[in-house]
C-alpha cells in the first residue's frame, strides 16, 4: 500500500524490498536498481557501529538492505547525480532510516568531507562499461541512465582511490561488477593497496559462464584469494536457486 502523504512524480513507483517492511521509491525512466545491487548488500557484512560507505549509491538501496541484515552500523551513501541522491533520501526518510543512514551528493574523485580513514566497510556496485570509445564528456553529454551504466564520470580507478583512501588499516571493500573486467580490477586494487581476498562468480545458470563476480578486498593485507563456490542465480527459466530465493525472502 503506498502511504497517503507520499507523493509520486511521473514514472516513479514504490518497490517492496521484501525485507523488514522497507520499501523504495525508483524512477523506471532513469537507472533502477538490480539484483546486483541486491547480491552485493548480501554479500557484504557490517557489526554493530562500524562505519559503512556505500560509494556510487543510486536510489540508496544497499545501505537500506545492509541495514537490515546487520542492525546498528552506520552509513553513508555517495552518489553524483542528483535526482538519484534526491531519492535517496527520500528512501531513508520513507524507511525511517535517519538516525543510521546519511546521503551526500558528491563526486568521489572529489573531497566529500569524509576523512581519511574513517570506514571500516566500502560498498560499490560502480559503472560497468567503458566510456563509448573513449569519447571525453564534452563529445555527448550523457544521461543519467549512460552515467550509472557507463564509466563517464567514475571509473574503477576512481573507485579504487577513492576506497583506499576512506579505509582503515584492514577495512574491506565489497564490489560487484563484469567477469569480463577482472584482470582489470585485480590490477587496479592492488595498485591502490587493496588486496582482493575472496572472490565469488555469479552465473545466471549452472551451465553458463559468469557474467558477474561479487570481491571482497581488504585495505594493506597480505596476498592470498579464496575462490568461493559459485552463485547461480536460476535453476531452469524463470525459477531463482535456493539461495536467490533466500536472498529475497530471508
Known sequence: MIPSDLNLSHGEKLVDLNRNGLKIVQNSEYFCFGMDSVLLAASAKAYKNQKVVDLCCGVGVVPILMH???????????????????????????????????????????????????????????????????????????????????????????????????????????????????VQVLETLSRHDLTPKHIRYVHTYLTSPSKLFILTAVKSAAAGIVVASPLIIYDSPGVYSKEVNEVYNS
Do not use: W
Open 68 to 182: 537490515a541484515r546487520h542492525g546498528r552500523a552506520f552509513y553513508t551513501g555517495v552518489e553524483i547525480d542528483e535526482y538519484a541522491y534526491s531519492l535517496a533520501c527520500r528512501n531513508v526518510e520513507l524507511n525511517g532510516l535517519s538516525d543510521n543512514i546519511q546521503m551526500i551528493r558528491s563526486d568521489i574523485r572529489q573531497d566529500f568531507g569524509l576523512p581519511d580513514g574513517c570506514a571500516d566497510v566500502v560498498t560499490v556496485n560502480p559503472p560497468y562499461f567503458e566510456a563509448r570509445n573513449g569519447r571525453p564528456l564534452s563529445a555527448s553529454i550523457p544521461t543519467a541512465r549512460d552515467t550509472a551504466r557507463a564509466e563517464h564520470l567514475c571509473t574503477i580507478a576512481d573507485v579504487a582511490q577513492c576506497a583506499a583512501r576512506l579505509l582503515k588499516f584492514g577495512g574491506k571493500l565489497y564490489i560487484v561488477y563484469r567477469a569480463d573486467r577482472l
